[in-house]
């Protein structure tokens, strides 16, 4: 279920960005829906108990840390990253987050890995270089034609072509900067998501509250998002667009972005963070697939991506049996 209610945010987002014509990227206002929704289900939660709550200081600041990693700082570069290279591409390198989970089990919980589970760390693994790989020879030979192109033209072309073909020349490395910062990015969230999925686990083991749990991740969001917004000198117009301007796509993806860290942590109440890390990876096939049903036309799906896809899956399924 995390799985599936974040491939369905990732689509979401891309649409709701083209929406609002590129000014907002969701991410205030689907925080905002988080600490909502998460309040309504922590209460419910607690009612349901009989307000029985084992609180430990502990716990509370593990808690606010992964949402300052995962909520905050991981949604922030990822939602950055599907805005540059689609969310196909920024999910399936996103998704090498096992790694950087299972890295963290291994210096700080004192996990082991083995045989198996170490191959599929490798299939990951291979799945960013291939996409780093494809990114890369894509700009490259994009800079390629670009150079014969002028080669070409130098003595015969008169001065508004040639201004024209540096404007083109101009376009393309814009166009090669912006794929590799997305890929960059992607990555960055990542090791981010890694690191705050290690945390959540860290909280759970001093407070095992799931719902409370996701919701100080959520509250700490909205914090970080407060401030990122204030130090852009963007706070005002965050709130009125927020207010005065709901998209219907960022509501779907605050309900989705809030329902997908909850059944992360349920899932790690009972199980290892490794297990559930690795679990919760088979999101960009679910990306991918829903991509070809609701973006048709707007996310071209290569060999390459199908390629890397399949490498996460079967990394994942070897690292979830036999880790």
């Known amino acids: 279920?995390?799985?599936?209610?974040?491939?369905?945010?990732?689509?979401?987002?891309?649409?709701?960005f083209k929406q609002s014509d590129g000014k907002d990227n969701g991410f205030f206002t689907t925080v905002l829906i988080n600490v909502v929704v998460l309040g309504l289900?922590?209460?419910?939660?607690?009612?349901?108990?009989?307000w029985e709550l084992r609180f430990s200081w502990t716990g509370l600041w593990y808690f606010v840390l992964a949402g300052l990693f995962t909520t905050g700082l991981g949604r922030?570069?990822?939602?950055?990253?599907?805005?540059?290279?689609?969310?196909?591409?920024?999910s399936a390198i996103r998704n090498s987050t096992p790694v950087f989970t299972m890295l963290f089990a291994l210096l700080v919980l004192g996990e082991a890995i083995t045989l198996l589970p170490g191959l599929g760390i490798g299939m990951l693994l291979a799945a960013i270089f291939l996409q780093g790989f494809?990114?890369?020879?894509?700009?490259?030979?994009?800079?390629?034609?670009?150079?014969?192109?002028?080669?070409?033209?130098?003595?015969?072309?008169t001065d508004q072509s040639a201004e024209k073909t540096a404007g083109q020349s101009a376009d393309q490395l814009a166009e090669r900067n912006k794929r590799w910062a997305g890929f960059l990015l992607a990555l960055l969230s990542a090791a981010i998501f890694g690191a705050g999925q290690g945390v959540r686990k860290q909280g759970l083991l001093e407070m095992n509250d799931a719902f409370l749990g996701a919701w100080v991740g959520a509250l700490t969001s909205l914090v970080f998002a407060l401030?990122?917004?204030g130090w852009r000198g963007e706070l005002k117009v965050a709130l009125r667009r927020t207010f005065s301007q709901w998209n219907p796509y960022y509501l779907i993806a605050g309900v989705m972005t809030s329902l997908g860290p909850l059944f992360f942590f349920l899932a790690a109440t009972s199980l290892q963070v490794t297990y559930v890390s690795v679990i919760a990876a088979v999101e960009p096939i679910l990306t991918v697939l829903l991509s070809m049903l609701f973006l048709k036309g707007e996310?071209?799906?290569?060999?390459?991506?199908?390629?890397t896809a399949a490498l996460i899956l079967a990394g994942t399924v070897l690292i979830a049996l036999f880790a």
């Open 1 to 16: 279920m995390t799985a599936l209610v974040f491939a369905i945010n990732n689509i979401v987002v891309k649409q709701g």
């Open 41 to 50: 289900f922590f209460v419910a939660a607690a009612a349901w108990k009989g």
């Open 76 to 90: 922030l570069t990822l939602f950055s990253s599907i805005h540059r290279i689609g969310p196909s591409k920024a």
């Open 134 to 157: 494809v990114l890369y020879r894509g700009s490259a030979s994009g800079k390629l034609q670009a150079g014969k192109s002028s080669e070409k033209s130098a003595g015969r072309l």
């Open 227 to 229: 401030i990122y917004q």
């Open 299 to 307: 996310e071209t799906h290569t060999l390459s991506i199908w390629i």
